[in-house]
């Protein structure tokens, strides 16, 4: 009996250092992915809401359709509403897709930033693509202080580009080659394509259906 | 690798040891799971091996020095009760060790963190981080075991960084990310895909053990 | 919590994302212990009992223990404590108590704890589940999903891998290395669920 | 600062309420198992991680300790773990009893009845992946004669009725047969045995009377007391198993039915 004692109290003391040791760990880090998270956040934002120059913390409202919705407001430079921003989030091929919307006061959507997801790379994953950017020889030969050929266009995602200026009700998910309005998908990946395109709209929709919300001035 | 400079039981011995003769992947055939998953692409191949070398450096380190010191402290019959819970305090060091690297890595590195998504807290199960803590770091002193697990790390870390080149270059026409091939070139998506990876993994399995049965040393497995 | 949402769970876990064929999740002992049908139902029942259990237990520890306390940075450690220890109990009980079943399905429990699919599905359940409403349900049906998709692919693993032996392969590639090339040609059948959605 | 106190007091807490639980756990439900397996089991690394074919470390110190599995099947152990189990186990592969191969069917061209016309590559082996090949019984010799081509020796000769006849006297007991016949038909036993079972089908005794006239039916006469007072045979799946050293066969062979039986002719001291 006694051993077992001795064993479990040497086990609990192994277990009760090594929550010590994280309990400082997770303490030095935790400001570092608040920061990380926050910045995120503003970089998120002012890709969504080009027109914005401040924007106000989360606010909460409720939705006709039941549950309520974060986002945030985006203000022009003259101090006014220029949109807003909120979050949408569908499961897609194999992973949860959250993505950051910007809509302009009147409804149309002024940007989509993809927040996390882990498609299939090569696939889905495809829907954050940029153009080629530049190929790997060059890369290698800036590495060898080759000229660096202009700076390449800053690289912009294809996919992502469609959403702009459409409203709600014209976000339609077209085939990759498909004529017509709408959002052309990824080759290859049509479940993560749509489940994209339905986020978008259905967060849109469903915003904008419960009416332009009341100005709230933040911070 | 000559034997001359300290032969097998040397410090070059016990490092190289880890990186061709017991390679972790290709020879022991062990932490499989997170190899598969992750080498889709060599920049996650290097953070994942990066991840798990240190977390193999962290254990050897702390799992050697405190079973020496209860080896000298305690009587022979105490250190053979404290034998009895030493697997589950090797796996309480190691998780403390890979949770420490998932806080570090989602602080300075969230985008490798989000990649590499449920993989960063599977290397507590990885086999072979806690079979070097066993087999080796709680029988040997803390020189010997730190060498071995940086060969050991950086052996998974090779390993994993052919097998994810090998799948980037044939399912994406990519390396780190770049095009290589130039447009022209039709990647065979079915690389970057579950099926690419399991038989990329055994084709280079049966290389290795081909070069290895050409050598007389008899195929382990 | 409707029922529809449920089957779509188990559905994807067993056959659109099966542990073994995509996810990559128990491939240590997936090629060590799939040589005979018999072992690989064995070690299936094993698993399937196992992360079922796991599933519910490592929600009770996460909602009502580290929760509470702010902590839950340290999930790893809990799930891996929690599932280790209980999973030893059970082979412990099981050995002294049923010895028939011990033989047929306790055996297999130790390769289970170093098993990559039962923390894999733990730390899914957290990831995709936890805060959800009705989430203990959706884990238990993923774990146990999870579990049924682990012992298909062994059970269909074994019976190849006997009728491999008889096979002529080449030197090299015998034993693990053909397992695995076979393992890859039936994930890209398994491919074929991708597109399944109903 | 009170997440530092949360973590170390819950983790610490886990820890004791755990470990209490399972070392009490391990003392309530102790079950003895042979120290020789313990001690292996000790050598080995304790990873549990199945690749050695086995369902964890303690499955395979059983199998080592009764000699079913080879201490090399531990990738992860290494040499290291090789040299310790040989020292407890103290078998550096004792020089065995000289054996000799035996081909356990009888059942001819003439004896056992065909299911279909076989055209296919004429190996042991394609026949058996193409639909078990042309014999009835699933479990008898397909006479295609792989283990003939497989012997460096010489010392099998296919006979008229399509079975196999080992020359003992050329037979050095390499098991190169015994890999390749697709059934695991052919066998080595020590030269001392004295009788050897003719027949490996499992199947239930009405069955095999339809498919081969040599067939054991799995009447059970052998095992009786009556039959075989030694006791050593027993009925298993349908087939008498029984030591090397079974001596008192003589009824048995005799009021055996079917004739399973073989005595082997260069087996010393005849009875």
Request: proline residues 5%; charged residues 15%; glycine residues 12%.
């Amino acid at each position: 009996m006694r051993e077992t004692l001795r064993l479990g109290a040497l086990l609990a003391a192994v277990c009760a250092a090594s929550g010590l040791a994280l309990g400082f760990v997770q303490r030095a880090t935790q400001p570092r992915i608040e920061q990380a998270a926050a910045r995120e956040l503003a970089e998120s934002l002012a890709v969504v809401l080009p027109g914005a120059a401040g924007f106000s913390g989360a606010r909460e409202r409720p939705l006709p359709g039941g549950g309520s919705v974060t986002f945030y407001d985006g203000y022009g430079a003259d101090g006014r509403i220029a949109g807003y921003a909120l979050p949408a989030e569908r499961q897609g091929y194999q992973s949860p897709i959250r993505v950051l919307v910007g809509i302009a006061t009147d409804g149309t959507v002024t940007g989509v930033r993809v927040l996390s997801q882990a498609e299939t790379p090569g696939l889905g994953a495809r829907i954050e693509e940029t153009e080629a950017g530049e190929s790997l020889w060059a890369r290698i030969g800036l590495l060898f202080g080759g000229r660096g050929g202009g700076d390449a266009p800053s690289p912009r995602p294809w996919f992502l580009e469609q959403y702009a200026g459409l409203r709600a009700d014209e976000i339609v998910l077209r085939g990759p080659a498909e004529s017509g309005k709408g959002i052309h998908a990824v080759t290859g990946a049509t479940i993560t394509s749509r489940a994209l395109t339905d986020a978008v709209r259905d967060a849109v929709g469903e915003f904008m259906r419960a009416g332009v919300p009341e100005e709230g001035r933040g911070g | 690798m000559s034997a001359a400079r300290g032969g097998p039981e040397g410090a070059w011995g016990q490092f190289s040891k880890g990186v061709f003769r017991l390679n972790p992947i290709f020879v022991i055939i062990l932490g499989l799971c997170p190899a598969l998953a992750v080498s889709v692409s060599v920049a996650n191949a290097i953070g994942m091996g990066a991840a798990a070398t240190f977390v193999l450096l962290g254990s050897t380190l702390v799992v050697s020095s405190l079973m020496g010191t209860l080896r000298r402290f305690f009587s022979p019959p105490l250190y053979r009760q404290v034998q009895r819970i030493r697997i589950p305090i090797y796996i309480v060091v190691i998780a403390s060790f890979v949770t420490i690297v998932d806080l570090v890595m989602h602080a300075w590195a969230p985008a490798l963190h989000a990649r590499l998504g449920i993989f960063v807290p599977l290397i507590v199960v990885n086999c072979i981080i806690l079979g070097r803590a066993e087999a080796f770091a709680s029988r040997h002193g803390v020189g010997a075991s730190l060498l071995d697990a940086l060969g050991m790390g950086l052996g998974f870390t090779l390993a994993l960084c052919l097998l994810s080149a090998v799948r980037e270059l044939l399912g994406a026409g990519r390396l780190f990310g770049a095009p290589v091939f130039g447009p022209a070139f039709r990647p065979a998506l079915v690389m970057t895909l579950a099926p690419g990876a399991l038989i990329t993994l055994g084709l280079l399995m049966g290389l290795f053990r081909y070069r290895r049965l050409r050598r007389g040393d008899d195929g382990l497995l | 919590m409707d029922f529809f949402e449920l089957l779509m769970i188990f559905v994807g876990v067993v056959l659109v994302h099966n542990f073994i064929f995509s996810r990559f999740l128990g491939l240590c002992p997936y090629v060590g212990v799939s040589e005979r049908i018999p072992s690989a139902m064995g070690m299936g029942m094993a698993v399937i009992f196992v992360m079922t259990m796991s599933s519910v237990i490592t929600w009770a520890v996460y909602e009502w223990v580290l929760v509470p306390c702010g902590i839950t940075y340290l999930y790893i450690i809990a799930f891996i404590l929690v599932i280790a220890s209980f999973v030893q109990l059970v082979e412990m009980f099981l050995q002294k108590s049923v010895p028939a079943l011990y033989r047929a399905l306790g055996i297999y429990l130790p390769l289970i704890t170093t098993n990559c699919a039962v923390l894999g599905v733990a730390t899914l359940n957290r990831q995709e589940f936890f805060g959800t409403p009705g989430s203990l349900l959706k884990c238990v049906v993923q774990g146990f999903g999870g579990g049924v998709g682990f012992m298909l692919a062994m059970v269909i693993m074994a019976g190849i891998r006997e009728r491999l032996d008889l096979a002529d392969v080449p030197e090299a590639l015998k034993g693990i290395p053909i397992a695995l090339i076979t393992a890859g040609l039936i994930s890209m059948a398994f491919l074929g669920f991708s597109g399944l959605s109903f | 600062m009170n997440i530092i106190l949360y973590s170390a007091a819950v983790l610490g807490a886990m820890g004791l309420l755990l470990g209490l639980g399972l070392l009490l756990f391990a003392r309530i439900f102790a079950v003895g198992i042979d120290p020789r397996v313990e001690r292996i089991l000790e050598a080995l690394p304790g990873l549990n991680c199945g690749v050695c074919g086995f369902a964890g470390c303690a499955a395979m110190a059983e199998a080592l300790a009764s000699g079913k599995a080879k201490a090399r099947q531990c990738a992860p152990g290494g040499p290291a773990v090789v040299e310790k189990v040989a020292a407890i186990l103290g078998t550096a592969e004792a020089a065995a009893e000289p054996r000799v191969a035996v081909v356990r069917c009888q059942g001819g061209t003439g004896e056992s009845r065909k299911r279909a016309v076989y055209g296919g590559v004429p190996d042991c082996v394609s026949a058996e992946l193409l639909e078990e090949g042309v014999k009835a019984c699933r479990y008898g010799c397909l006479w295609m004669g792989s283990c003939a081509r497989a012997c460096p020796f010489d010392a099998i000769r296919m006979g008229g009725d399509g079975l196999p006849r080992i020359i003992e006297t050329r037979c050095t007991a390499c098991g190169r047969c015994v890999e390749v016949c697709p059934r695991g038909i052919i066998t080595l036993v020590p030269r001392s045995q004295k009788v050897y079972l003719g027949c490996m089908s499992r199947d239930k005794g009405k069955k095999v009377k339809e498919l081969c006239a040599k067939g054991c039916i799995a009447c059970g006469l052998c095992a009786l007391p009556k039959v075989t007072p030694s006791r050593k045979v027993v009925m298993e799946n349908n087939l008498p198993t029984f030591p090397a050293d079974w001596e008192d066969f003589g009824t048995a062979v005799e009021k055996c039915p079917s004739g399973c039986f073989v005595v082997r002719a260069g087996a010393p001291g005849r009875g």
